[in-house]
């Protein structure tokens, strides 16, 4: 897990530097290239999907993972018995 927030550090870095230069930059001969900060923003990207897939992040891995048994209510379907119950 710590190589994904490694990957997502790194790539949440290089999109600040993008924001600050351009995308394409002039070398001293005069030729256009990519800006280095972009290569390094699709890297980690990549990285980073590549970890979601191995961790079971990924939507089609998450829907493949199956609970057996109930957890109790959810904080959201709260019915108020539990209340009844502690004041009684």
């Known amino acids: 897990m710590s190589v994904y927030c490694q990957a997502y550090g790194r790539w949440v870095e290089s ?5 600050d230069t351009p995308a394409l930059l002039r070398t001293p001969a005069g030729y256009v290239q ?3 900060w972009l290569a390094i923003s699709n890297k980690n ?5 590549k970890f979601m897939s191995e961790l079971g992040l990924s939507p089609v891995l998450r ?6 048994h109930s ?8 019915t108020g018995q539990e209340d009844d119950e502690l004041f009684s």
């Open 45 to 49: 990207v990549e990285l980073m999907h």
């Open 71 to 78: 957890m109790g209510p959810r904080p959201w379907e709260f």
């Open 15 to 19: 999109e600040k530097k993008l924001k």
């Open 34 to 36: 990519p800006s280095p």
């Open 63 to 68: 829907s493949r993972v199956a609970t057996t």
